[in-house]
């Protein structure tokens, strides 16, 4: 039974160097973000990960929302003017 499980330990040992030493390559060539030189070429089609919700645009469309809700709530004028306070402070002005 010893001479079994060393058999194993070293199996897997191998096997653990084996794909340390491809990821290693892997990194090597590719670079750790991958790129138009690796064979795995990004799901964008070289754009790469989606940038975030940082931009105008995504911030135009919150406001648009968040006004399109407050037709639908109904809010009294003392809300209305509250929720202008806050629209004012998310643009910035």
């Not at 399109?68 to 809010?75: A, G, I, P, R, Y």
Request: include cysteine.
């Amino acid at each position: 039974m010893k001479k079994r499980k060393k058999t194993y330990f070293i199996i897997s040992g191998i096997v653990l160097l084996i794909m340390l030493i491809m990821g290693y390559v892997l990194v090597a060539t590719c670079g750790p973000w991958g790129g138009s030189r690796c064979g795995f070429h990004p799901r964008f089609h070289g754009r790469g990960f989606h940038p975030g919700f940082n931009s105008k645009d995504f911030g135009e469309f919150i406001l648009w929302r968040m006004d399109k809700k407050v037709v639908e709530l109904d809010l009294t004028d003392a809300q209305k003017e509250n929720m202008k306070r806050s629209r004012g402070t998310y643009r910035g002005s």
